[in-house]
């Protein structure tokens, strides 16, 4: 029977992904939809902030950190395909509290987390550069005191925030790469212009781009851009949403039973489950 990896041989195993070539690190919600993406051979998956609030009735950004960290905790436990956690803003504002969060959710065991720079405040939706930097290079104090093999990344949210200034976002995301983040993710931008602008930018800190439906470009031109890694986000999570709201309404306003499945996945969902990885 084959021994389970260590926390210590997925760190190792994730960094080895982020050091040359191009992969897809889908986006599973909760155990189960983490361990089918793994059925399907995906070596590293990504949680979803979104994905994650919504199967917990909230919404995006209005989980609590023990929540948070308990998610991280189960998808670690639940399967052992590589975790990288979407740790939203660190739950914090200075410094001293991010590096402490840092440090609990290294203790969940994930390969990597990220860190935001948005604040929530439409009336300055972005930290400061010198404060976001800080919190950054706090993030990675603590991960260095833990061990230093959690893979620290550095998100700048101009796209998602009304700043769709690829100059700025290259001025954050090198900033932060000083403070000590080892890839660079700058999520809404979606040209091939900006993502090469970035990618040139930042080098040779690895960068991930999130892709959506409307994307116009495919895996193989991401990697010829020189990406390194692709997330979708809450994408798959809005996936499943949608067939169970599609049924549900059926059900509701047509007395309808069309939005029903009709393959067995049920059963196919049980021989899956079947194999789970318990501690």
Sequence with gaps: MRSRPTVADKRRAFRSLHESGCFLIPNPWDVGSALYLKSLGFKALATTSAGYAWSQGR??????????????????????????????????????????????????????????DSTG???QPLYDLAVATERIRAGRRAIDQAGGDVLLISRAECFLVGRADV???????????????????????????????????????????????????????????????????????????????????SLAEENSFDGLPSAPIGKNLNALFATRVTT
């Design 121 to 123: 405040d439409s009336g």
């Design 167 to 249: 100059r700025e976002t290259v001025t954050r995301l090198k900033a932060y790469a000083q403070a000590g983040a080892d890839c660079l993710y700058a999520p809404g931008v979606s040209s091939r212009e900006d993502i090469e602008a970035i990618v040139a930018g930042v080098a040779p800190k690895p960068v991930n781009v999130l892709v959506g439906a409307s994307t116009s470009l495919s895996m193989r031109d991401l990697a010829t851009l020189g990406v390194r890694r692709v997330s979708i986000g809450g994408a798959l999570a809005a996936s499943a949403w949608c067939g169970f709201m599609r049924a549900a309404q």
């Design 59 to 116: 919404r995006d950004g209005g989980v609590t950190l023990d929540q948070v960290l308990s998610h991280f905790k189960a998808l670690v436990e639940g399967t052992d395909v590589l975790i990288n956690a979407d740790f939203e803003g660190g739950f914090a504002q200075g410094p001293a509290l991010i590096a402490e969060h840092v440090r609990l959710a290294c203790d969940t065991g994930v390969a990597g987390l990220s860190i935001e």
